[in-house]
């Protein structure tokens, strides 16, 4: 019970270390299987480590008895999840990446920057508004750009996503994070809903990232991260 947090290097058994958690809250704690969730960040490690999880529980006897699953998945997916269940995600559409170039490159062109269609200095504003959103420090802007322009570039895209009820990967955490801080039932809810939260690779979390976490630990309090304080 309660808070941990394991620091580990590349090749030293994360991914095991995380499995055999899982295994022995089941069998020697007498956990849900329904009640953990395991976050990751990327598609690609939850499916290796549920199908890691399945392989060396397989043939556990407790475990096979049960009909319920532990939950993988990154935080995105827990995310769309929690929006979907309340609703709001139905009024919104996830943008593809070449709608979100179409975006920005037409607020450029309207701010007069050269060379607005070109991939290094749309992709280059676009990641810089990531950042902004993730609460991540902005070291740099891209060339010809001041941070009064900028400020203008992210209103106007705001604008113009919320205009075609788009959402991007960055507004689907961030409204997530709002919808969990301001509505009481939605956010007893979800902290009711995992009595047990894990999350991998806990250097790449963000702050928007990790507010969410906290709230959805805050009901139970039992959180395990892993990662590697060298990256």
């Not at 769309?80 to 996830?94: A, H, V």
């Not at 676009?126 to 891209?142: A, G, H, T, V, Y």
């Amino acid at each position: 019970k309660g808070p941990a947090r394991v620091i580990a290097g590349p090749g030293s058994g994360k991914t095991s270390t995380i499995v055999q958690r899982i295994i022995n809250l089941i069998v020697n704690h007498h956990v849900n299987p329904d009640q953990i969730l395991t976050i990751t960040f990327t598609k690609a490690a939850a499916l290796e480590m549920q199908s890691r999880y399945l392989k060396e529980s397989k043939d556990n006897p407790i475990i096979s008895t049960k009909k319920e699953s532990v939950h993988f998945g990154t935080f995105h997916g827990i995310c769309y999840t929690i929006l979907k269940e309340s609703g709001l995600f139905s009024k919104f559409t996830l943008v593809k990446e070449t709608d979100k170039r179409k975006i920005i490159e037409t607020i450029l062109k309207n701010k007069g920057v050269t060379g607005a269609e070109e991939y290094d200095i749309s992709s280059g504003v676009l990641d810089m508004i990531s950042r902004k959103k993730n609460f991540c420090e902005i070291s740099q802007l891209p060339p010809g750009l001041s941070g009064e322009v900028f400020e203008e570039i992210c209103l106007d895209y705001d604008d113009m996503m919320n205009q075609q009820k788009f959402l991007d990967f960055d507004d689907m955490i961030l409204l997530c994070l709002r919808q969990l801080q301001n509505h009481g039932k939605l956010r007893e809810k979800w902290q009711h809903r995992f009595t047990h939260i894990q999350v991998d690779e806990f250097q790449d979390i963000n702050e928007v990232q990790y507010q969410v976490v906290k709230i959805l630990a805050a009901g139970y309090g039992n959180l395990f991260v892993v990662g590697d304080d060298d990256q």
